[in-house]
């Protein structure tokens, strides 16, 4: 086995630990989203290990590339990643959504380290991301920015006034990432509003776009490092997943955008993700 595949492998088994954390802490706190938390933990796994440069011990360091997780309902698994990265320690995540706690249900500025945002009230995440985009060219640093948006949120017309302005200002230092499920609350996304095709809209709205699998760590990766692919277009990445990836009873089920696992769900959710071999 190579050195490559031998980091492939090293995190899958990170995203299957913070898979395990996400079924805990839902159950223990009492907090819904958790099919939308699994959806995003590869992306999430692929961006902080092969692709920021980030250091947990200096997170507000002037140089440090961005992330923004725009679909906030997803937290948890921000919490996760950023704990299982080093920013803060694993015990905390038993503090998640508790009174007085750090790690609310929804992200909170000034909050757990490695938090650059508020990101509770979807279709802004994506501004706030140009934002520190368009701060780096003025301050002529060269950090880079990564924007996590769900599917869902992609009926909002902020993200496309966004998606305007980044192709206007050429804010190549940009990668937006769609978390593409194909789920938001209420029902399937493309039976909501007509998402689809969401590559070609990025496209035509002048974005560098690709489709890759979402639960791929390595083409994940390769995806965000390759960018941009397109000298002077910021790039946009539609990731094919599956709501509540990882555990079969949930996956693809859209009652766990609400519901939170009994102690039975539980258990047998933590033995599918045991680790084996």
């Known amino acids: 086995m190579n050195s490559s595949q031998n980091m492939s492998g090293d995190l899958t088994e990170i995203a299957r630990r913070i898979r395990r954390e996400l079924v805990q802490m839902s159950h223990t706190a009492r907090a819904p989203h958790l099919g939308s938390c699994l959806s995003c933990v590869d992306i999430l796994v692929a961006a902080y290990w092969s692709v920021l440069d980030v250091n947990p011990t200096e997170p507000t360091a002037d140089g ?14 921000l919490y996760a990643t950023l704990a299982h990265r080093g920013f803060f320690p694993l015990e905390n995540l038993a503090t998640f959504n508790q009174p007085g706690s750090n790690l609310p249900e929804q992200p909170s500025p000034g909050g757990a380290p490695g938090i650059e945002a ?3 009230s979807l279709g802004h995440g994506l501004s706030i991301g140009l934002g520190m985009a368009l701060a780096a060219r003025i301050k002529r640093l060269s ?17 496309w006034e966004a998606a305007l302005f980044a192709a206007a200002h050429q804010l190549s230092n940009v990668v937006a ?3 593409y499920n194909r789920w938001q609350a209420t029902g399937r996304s493309e039976e909501i509003m007509a998402i689809s095709p969401l590559a070609e809209k990025f496209e035509a709205f002048g974005w560098s776009t690709s489709e890759v699998d979402g639960h791929d760590i390595s083409a994940l990766a390769g995806a965000m490092q390759a960018a941009p692919s397109d000298p002077g277009k910021p790039t946009a990445l539609i990731a094919r997943t599956v709501k509540g990836k990882g555990i079969s009873f949930m996956e693809d089920d859209n009652n766990w955008h609400y ?5 039975e769900e539980l258990r047998a959710a933590l033995k599918e993700l045991e680790r084996t071999g």
């Open 64 to 77: 440090r590339d961005r992330f923004i997780l725009s679909k906030g309902h997803g937290a948890a698994a």
């Open 118 to 120: 508020a990101t509770g």
């Open 143 to 159: 950090y880079r920015v990564v924007v996590v948006l769900s599917d869902g949120e992609c009926n909002e017309g902020s993200v």
């Open 177 to 179: 990432i769609v978390d």
């Open 259 to 263: 519901r939170i696992p009994n102690q």
